[in-house]
């Protein structure tokens, strides 16, 4: 629950930011015809929605196993933060690209640039002072990998997907106001709606990698190779285990993930035996990894098991050992 915790602290904090910046931006847009600005605004307000569905998303996913749902509701946040990317994609760029193109085909100049340039600045600051809480989350979850094997390895959406949400909305600003810049010193209008499509590719690429990253996780993602190293590594210390055939891991959550292991057993071991070794293995592997929700152990001689793997006869592929 620790990692859910956090990931509702920084997906709050992005809300906070982005409902104000977006109200002052639109204002601004109204007061100086800016299309870059209008983009900018429409864009917050989109991340502001973004951050409701994946409060929305923490909710459901931590509801309880039920008979319809006997593994849970965790993939539900996963299925929100596919939604999530859909909407950057089909809102925040769609609507940013029609501006710019409008601006292009239909110039004026823009009002008030004073306005526009104190709203580009505040903007920053709040866009910023979110950028930090969301990047300090990351890599304290990184576990020292670098930014993009991090972000690839990660299986908490609401943390990266807030990261690079508040990183295009940088990236945005200073677009805006290189256009609105422009636009001013050069008399032509025209730089103002090209930042606005600027402004929209930055957004379908962040939308495209975070989609990526939600449909992967969606569909069934193993959980970390080091979590399978530590299951692997305990089960092989268990009284009666000959052999650890195969371990499959299935991430349903940030802080859920389900186990399948293949264990060959000693031949000698009685039933009881096995069950007893069964019972142990739960209680070690719960005790040092409680985000393992389900656990599921089939006696396998570790000769068939290996001919299973190998013609795919399992239907999934075990990791390495």
Known sequence: MAATEGSSFVVWAALAGNLAIAVVKFVAAAVSGSSAMLSEA??????????????????????????????GYGRELYFWSFVVALMIFAVGAGVSIYEGVARLRHPHAIESPRLVFIVLAVSAVFEGSSWFVAFRGFRAKAGGKSFWAAFRASKDPPTFMVLFEDSAALAGLAVAAAGAGLALATGEPRWDGAASLVIGAILGVVAVLLARESKALLIGERADPDLSAAIRDCAARVDGVEAVNAVVTIQLAPDQVVVNLSLDFADDLTTAGIETAVVDLERYIRADHPEVAALFVKPQAAAEAARRLATGEAGVVADAG
């Not at 994946?54 to 593994?71: I, N, V």
């Open 42 to 71: 429409v864009h917050s307000l989109v991340d502001t929605g973004n951050e409701v569905l994946l409060l929305y998303g923490l909710r459901r996913s931590a509801r309880p196993a039920d008979d319809r749902h006997p593994l």
